[in-house]
């Protein structure tokens, strides 16, 4: 039954159903170098009521050339009727006096000040984009396609994907934005996703962020040109349940807080070594480096003027390692962060209270991926060992390691409908273009009595071998003979952790796989380059 389209789990068939390539691309020729950062994928569901009145959003429409409201744009991009006039009321807003999630309690850093009584609205970008930026649509029917997209119905996915300095938008080909810069990352709010509207957040490689909403056909800006910082983003995430605030991680080893309603503010980041207290010297594996602006929900109550008073960006700016945050996830519950970085480290950060909790070394190399699972028991991460390894963040330990990659693995996550707390269904994919699933029970675990030693392998589509990164990565962390470090956890050796074996394995053909995810109906994959494709796998479970 099974070929080159089809496979077979335990649970069901899986079948290569839909692909996606970029549209408008030009031909390219083979001598064209690779884009220089890989595809990142986002993913949101939007519920279509059954019917809708006629009408639909006209953002979308004049973003494909259909502009049927009438509205005016000034020359400078700036739309006369943004965020002058009070947006939809079907907009979801944040609730300031309500907790982030039914789980947690209030915290003043995830919490915004409520808003006079007499601004109750939803603040949205303020920039037109068919003013300011190249977009393109594939549709030579722009009308049609404005109309078929305000006539569905239902659930529908769509996806958003970088490629080149390109960003596209996609459930099938709808739009792509062609910016100056590279985007690097983005993240689309699940929180406020409707009908009328979508939060986009675009990293780059300038460090420079755009809030983009496509269904109103608008963008702004934050940290501009790099005025807060300039380092390349390399992942960002919007807080969960927040219609506001988002985390961005960046090259330089610092994850910064924003607020996309704020303006950018007059902010410098603390030097660590320039600490008043010379005596005690920052380590990256002990602690992170908080630096509050004046307006931070902490230090804010003691500003005198009315200009201290002014919120602005960043909320807060943590610096978190010496080497380049690879990307972070946060808990369920939102109280931590899991960031994973090019020293080898996993670090478990308590967010409310801008504090490291533990700090895990990797076997060796980079750690590349990181999931949290959906109950919050456990830390999954892939990395340049070719391994998959789970933490168990509340037992302090490394649970056990996943074995079946031959080279670096590049894309971890968890199936949230085949995780039940007792089993886990997770899958990876990696630089030897394997598409592995694994069911992990902790119940089922036996910790080898002997395990033979470890051979480093050197993949042949990787850039560096593991040997020498393992060098290298091993010159950023302490040793067992040095002073011990309350929150630093060393990599247990190769007989002390349990072996999980892959549920099934599947060889796909094409380019690096970057991106795997798990959506309703289907398993999704996407490759590194700018030559990308997004391939559905669709799955038909057995009852």
């Known amino acids: 039954m099974e070929n080159d389209s089809t496979f077979v789990a335990p649970e069901g068939v899986y079948s290569v159903t839909e692909e996606h390539k970029p549209f408008l691309l030009v031909a390219h020729n083979v001598n064209v170098p690779l884009a220089p950062y890989p595809t990142r994928v986002s993913s949101v569901v939007v519920r279509y ?41 079907g907009s979801p807003a944040l609730d300031a006096s309500s907790p982030v999630s039914p789980s947690i309690e209030h915290h003043s850093l995830f919490v915004h000040a409520p808003a006079p009584p007499a601004k109750k609205r939803v603040v949205r970008p303020k920039h037109n984009i068919r003013t300011t930026l190249d977009v393109h649509h594939p549709h030579p029917d722009a009308e049609g396609s404005a109309k078929a997209l305000n006539a569905k119905q ?60 496509p269904i109103s056909s608008r963008y702004g800006r934050l940290n501009k040109q790099g005025c807060i910082s300039n380092s390349p983003c390399t992942a960002v995430r919007w807080v969960p349940s927040s219609s506001t605030l988002f985390l961005v991680s960046h090259a330089d080893g610092t994850i910064i807080v924003y607020d996309k309603e704020r303006d950018d503010g007059a902010f410098k980041a603390q030097d660590p070594s320039a600490s008043d207290d010379s005596s005690k010297e920052w380590d990256p594996v002990d602690n992170i480096f908080v630096t509050m602006p004046p307006w931070h929900p902490v230090s804010g109550p003691g500003l005198k003027t009315e200009k201290e008073k002014a919120v602005k960006n960043p909320v807060s700016h943590w610096r978190v390692s010496r080497k380049s945050i690879v990307d972070f996830v946060f808990s369920p519950d939102v109280k931590y962060v899991g960031a994973i970085s090019e020293d080898g480290c996993l670090r478990v950060i308590d967010a409310l209270a801008e504090q490291l909790v533990d700090c895990y070394a990797s076997y060796f190399g980079s750690l590349t991926c990181i999931a ?82 470890h051979h480093q392998r050197v993949s042949m589509s990787s850039t560096v071998s593991l040997a020498f990164r393992h060098d290298r990565s091993a010159l950023h962390l302490p040793s067992v003979d040095e002073k011990p470090y309350p929150r630093y956890h060393p990599a247990p050796s190769r007989n002390e952790v349990a072996i999980v074996q892959p549920v099934l394995t599947k060889q796909v053909e094409g380019d690096l796989l970057a991106v795997i995810a798990f959506l309703q109906r289907s398993v999704l994959t996407a490759s590194k380059t700018d030559l990308m494709a997004i391939v559905r796998i669709r799955r038909r479970l057995i009852d």
Do not use: M
Request: net charge negative.
């Open 154 to 213: 239902g659930d529908t996915t769509f996806l958003f994907y970088n490629s080149g300095k390109s960003f596209l938008w996609v459930e099938e080909p709808l739009s792509r934005v062609t910016f100056s810069a590279h985007p690097t990352c983005h993240d689309v709010n699940t929180f406020t996703a409707s009908p009328e509207r979508l939060d986009v957040i675009i990293g780059f490689s300038t460090g420079d962020l755009v809030w983009l909403d």
């Open 372 to 453: 949290w699972s959906p109950d919050g028991r456990f830390i999954l991460t892939g990395g340049q060992d070719d391994l998959l390894t789970i933490f168990s963040p509340w037992e302090q330990r490394v649970v056990a390691r996943c074995q079946g990659h031959s080279s670096f693995v590049t894309s971890v996550a968890f199936d949230d409908l085949r995780c039940d707390g007792r089993t886990y269904r997770f899958g990876s994919v990696g630089e030897d273009n394997k598409l592995i699933l694994w069911d992990f029970s902790s119940g089922a675990l036996h910790r080898p009595k002997f395990h033979a030693t």
């Open 49 to 89: 009521p059954a019917s809708k009145a006629p009408g639909g959003a006209p953002g979308f429409a004049q973003l494909l050339n259909a502009r049927k409201d009438g509205s005016k744009s000034r020359d400078d991009g700036l739309s006369l009727s943004s965020s002058d006039t009070a947006d939809d009321e």
